[in-house]
């Protein structure tokens, strides 16, 4: 039984390398994600990023208008994440249990 | 092992030294010293977001590591002047309502939800509209994350 | 040879680290390594989708005046640094609450051990 968890953990390990040494290599420019068109022929989604976001919203910082503009409805649900793991805390942490 | 030992389900704070001052004067006054300072550089860090690497979420969780600090040295008690422990949660819960008051400003001017450039702010061009619809949604970002970290904390200490 | 390792290295170390926390999540028996383990997880899938968006010869993703927005190929890829900004708070959150539960299940059985744990809890 103790034998199997390494074994399927070996196993795991080599399904990850195998795919992993498909990927293009580090620091690629022209792998798909860093492209300007991918296949279908529409823009990809970063270079787009990089080349309207100052335009669009007037901040150098690319990062931060994908965060609070693009995106700003991933951003929404992220904070609401926040807020509901606070308050799952709270109530984990001070439920009042009745004794048996 | 089979008797558990006694534990008394009202005294839920895990280690009572956490709740007094520490006894080592160097780590006292150092904590002291280096935690307004701290929350200076997540101030700075989160206004200074649009420009350059910083913004809503590294923001918060330095102003937040301000307050953790003067926690882990001043003692829960002395520590609730600056944080009270009851304030905490419901301000992380106005931080998320800032946001979403902001995403429904704009549909009541008649846009989509999150659509910047039809904030109530008046002489503004669109781009700089979306420049503070960022801003503020930033701020309600930072507002929740820091004090939502603080909660966290209170909560695992439990006192 | 030298070429592959030079493409590859952060890659194969990173599945290393998953591999490792994975062990820990699956072997160990106290439940503060199980959660260590399942913070390696995260941290090691952040760090993947990092070092995807790293480019040969690029700058941080903040405009500069003299570089101008013509050749994106002088700017990282913006889209994964911000996907995992909002992805390392959701972990530390879910650090939290996994700390939540263990200090309860603490609370109620006086252990963290999972064997005898499982014994206390029949």
Redesign the interface.
């Known amino acids: 039984m103790k034998a199997l968890r390494y074994i399927v953990l070996v196993a795991f390990f080599g399904v990850l390398m195998t795919a992993v040494v498909k990927l293009p290599p580090r620091g690629d420019v022209s792998s798909p994600v860093h492209r300007r068109t991918n296949a279908a022929g529409t823009p990809v989604a970063g270079t787009y990023y990089i080349q309207n976001a100052y335009k669009d919203a007037k901040t150098p910082n690319m990062v931060t208008v994908i965060l609070g503009d693009y995106r700003s409805l991933d951003t929404l649900g992220e904070t609401i994440v926040v807020l509901i793991g606070g308050i799952a805390c709270f109530y984990i942490l001070n439920v009042r249990r009745r004794k048996p | ?1 089979s008797e ?2 006694e ?1 008394d ?1 009202k005294d ?1 704070c ?1 280690d009572e030294s956490l709740k007094e001052p520490t006894d080592s004067l160097i780590v006292h006054a150092t904590a002291r010293g280096i935690a307004p300072f701290i929350l200076l550089i997540g101030l700075y860090v989160f206004f200074h ?9 590294q923001g918060g ?1 330095l102003l937040a590591v301000g307050f953790l600090l003067l926690r882990l040295s001043l003692g829960v008690r002395l520590s609730q002047i600056v944080m009270p422990h009851r304030l ?2 419901r301000a ?2 106005i ?2 309502l800032l ?2 008051a902001v ?1 429904l400003s704009a549909v009541i001017m008649g846009g989509n ?2 659509d ?1 450039h039809l904030l109530p702010i008046p002489g503004l061009a669109p ?2 509209l ?2 503070f ?2 801003l503020l ?2 701020v ?2 930072t507002v ?2 820091t ?3 603080v ?2 904390y209170d ?2 200490l ?1 006192c | 040879m030298l070429e592959f390792i030079e493409g590859y290295y952060a890659y194969i170390f990173l599945a290393l680290l998953f591999t490792i926390g994975l062990y820990g999540m699956m072997v160990k028996r106290n439940l503060m390594k199980k959660i260590l383990g399942m913070s390696m997880v995260q941290i090691s899938t952040i760090m993947f989708w990092l070092v995807s968006a790293f480019k040969e010869g690029a700058g941080v993703t903040v405009l500069n005046e003299r570089i101008g927005v013509d050749n994106p190929d002088l700017y990282f890829n913006p889209l994964p640094h911000t996907l995992m900004l909002t992805a390392i708070v959701v972990a530390v959150i879910t650090l939290g609450v996994s700390f939540a539960l263990a200090i309860a299940i603490y609370r109620e059985y006086q252990t963290l051990d999972e064997p005898s744990l499982l014994e206390r809890m029949k």
Not at chain 2, 50 to 56: K, Q
């Open positions: 092992m558990f030992p534990h389900p839920h895990l977001g649009h420009y350059s690497p910083g913004g809503g979420f969780v905490t949660l992380s819960a931080g998320a946001f979403v995403g939800f999150l910047y781009e700089y979306r420049y619809g960022i949604v930033e309600g970002v929740t994350v004090f939502t970290l909660a966290i909560e695992l439990g």
